[in-house]
């Protein structure tokens, strides 16, 4: 397998003792980060309009961490206070091996260091990997799926198949995986289809959250044709639906609503409409062991070279360490009306979703 070693099919190791003894990582604005994403590759079987373009550049699969990178990064992190710790892509289904990562990182779950361990997925391949999540230790996770119209999924998608992430919600319910439906507002296309989207999701005991188009990459298509505010969106939800604002709260920028008439819950994430930065308490770390301390802003630090350097950790947390210290107050999120252009040339699937 890509990335796996003797030394992570071994027996897994309890987190250092040093390493225990570590400050928690708090930011300018007296924030405690104790949650990481991490994008396992950008990679990805879908194309998404509002994510990729069609004919993407992937990266060289020499400049992605290992999957023993990658683990040793997050145990830094998990030793310095997070407490959250959720895998995303591209599709992180798609990376060769990637159940031995899951598999490794799941002791400090065991060991009480972490609270959740998670991922978002697209849903492709969850039939295959659902109870194996679950036996790692993974009790929820986020799917994104943006409409139950086969046609219209294909359309937006480009390559996706209805049909296969329907079996795997299947799949993952059967395990024992809560799951949350992720669903980007797109402005003449699933607008329509928010209602009965919901009603769905509410009925299989599913949570819907409901994200804005964030300005992010070139993907072939105009942002202004996409965005679709969510504050227009829960007003007319509110014509048909008794909306009542709850505390409940993931980790995540979501902001939830108890919907009466279904009983069930509906999130909002809002970074065009409702700047949520006052209360982040995450980084993002790339497949390629660079942190972006927000995802609205070019700023970064490298963690793959200090990483490299050393056997010891030291210069790692000297690294994470240098970049919480700058971490912004908030984002930059526009579109840019005038120009058409993204706020920022960095594709999502980069990032991390």
Same mark, same amino acid.
Request: aromatic fraction near 6%.
């Given at each position: 397998?890509?990335?796996?070693?003797?030394?992570?099919?071994?027996?897994? =190791?309890?987190?250092?003792?040093?390493?225990?003894?570590?400050?928690?990582?708090?930011?300018?604005?007296?924030?405690?980060?104790?949650? @990481?994403?991490?994008?396992?590759? *950008?990679?990805?079987?879908?194309?998404?309009?509002?994510?990729?373009?069609?004919?993407?550049?992937?990266?060289?699969?020499?400049?992605?961490?290992? #999957?023993?990178?990658?683990?040793?990064?997050?145990?830094?992190?998990?030793?310095?206070?997070?407490?959250?710790?959720? @895998? !995303?892509? %591209?599709?992180?289904?798609?990376?060769?091996?990637?159940? !031995?990562?899951?598999?490794?990182?799941?002791?400090?779950?065991?060991?009480?260091? #972490?609270?959740?361990?998670?991922?978002? &997925?697209?849903?492709? =391949?969850?039939?295959?990997?659902?109870?194996?999540?679950?036996?790692?230790?993974?009790?929820?996770?986020?799917?994104?799926?943006?409409? #139950?119209?086969? *046609?219209?999924?294909?359309?937006? !998608?480009?390559?996706?198949?209805?049909?296969?992430?329907?079996?795997?919600?299947?799949?993952?319910?059967?395990?024992? @995986?809560?799951?949350?439906?992720?669903?980007?507002?797109?402005?003449?296309?699933?607008?329509?289809?928010?209602?009965?989207?919901?009603?769905?999701?509410?009925?299989? %005991?599913?949570?819907?959250?409901?994200?804005?188009?964030?300005?992010?990459?070139?993907?072939?298509?105009?942002?202004?044709? =996409?965005?679709?505010?969510?504050?227009?969106?829960?007003?007319?939800?509110?014509?048909?639906? $008794?909306?009542?604002?709850?505390?409940?709260?993931?980790?995540?920028?979501?902001?939830?609503?108890?919907?009466?008439?279904?009983?069930?819950?509906?999130?909002?994430?809002?970074?065009?409409?409702?700047?949520?930065?006052?209360?982040?308490?995450?980084?993002?770390? &790339?497949?390629?062991?660079?942190?972006?301390?927000? #995802?609205?802003?070019?700023?970064?630090?490298?963690?793959?070279?200090?990483?490299?350097?050393?056997?010891?950790?030291?210069?790692?947390?000297?690294?994470?360490?240098?970049?919480?210290?700058?971490?912004?107050?908030?984002?930059?999120?526009?579109?840019?009306?005038?120009?058409?252009?993204?706020?920022?040339?960095?594709?999502?699937?980069? $990032?991390? %979703?």
């Amino acid at each position: 397998m890509e990335g796996v070693s003797a030394t992570m099919n071994a027996a897994p =190791q309890p987190i250092q003792l040093t390493n225990a003894n570590r400050a928690p990582l708090v930011d300018p604005f007296a924030r405690t980060i104790s949650y @990481l994403r991490v994008s396992v590759t *950008d990679r990805c079987d879908f194309r998404c309009v509002y994510c990729m373009s069609e004919d993407m550049a992937f990266l060289p699969k020499a400049d992605l961490l290992s #999957l023993e990178e990658l683990d040793r990064v997050c145990s830094a992190f998990i030793s310095r206070g997070v407490r959250k710790l959720r @895998l !995303t892509g %591209g599709e992180p289904l798609v990376r060769r091996g990637i159940m !031995t990562l899951f598999g490794s990182l799941s002791r400090h779950l065991r060991a009480g260091a #972490l609270d959740e361990l998670t991922l978002t &997925t697209n849903g492709s =391949q969850l039939a295959k990997y659902a109870t194996e999540l679950k036996d790692h230790g993974v009790e929820r996770i986020n799917v994104s799926l943006d409409t #139950l119209d086969p *046609d219209k999924f294909r359309a937006i !998608t480009r390559w996706g198949d209805l049909s296969r992430v329907m079996a795997g919600i299947d799949a993952a319910q059967a395990a024992g @995986l809560k799951i949350k439906i992720n669903a980007v507002a797109l402005k003449g296309v699933n607008e329509d289809e928010i209602a009965p989207l919901m009603e769905w999701a509410h009925g299989r %005991g599913m949570d819907l959250t409901l994200i804005e188009v964030m300005p992010l990459g070139d993907v072939g298509e105009t942002r202004l044709d =996409q965005y679709l505010p969510l504050s227009m969106l829960r007003s007319r939800l509110a014509e048909r639906y $008794t909306l009542d604002d709850i505390d409940y709260m993931t980790g995540g920028p979501a902001r939830y609503v108890r919907v009466a008439e279904t009983g069930g819950r509906l999130g909002f994430i809002t970074p065009m409409t409702h700047n949520f930065c006052e209360s982040c308490n995450r980084v993002r770390l &790339t497949c390629t062991g660079t942190l972006f301390m927000c #995802l609205g802003q070019e700023d970064a630090a490298d963690l793959r070279g200090p990483l490299r350097a050393s056997e010891s950790d030291d210069l790692l947390h000297a690294a994470i360490e240098s970049a919480v210290a700058r971490k912004p107050k908030g984002h930059d999120f526009i579109i840019d009306r005038r120009h058409k252009r993204p706020a920022l040339p960095r594709h999502m699937s980069v $990032t991390g %979703g």
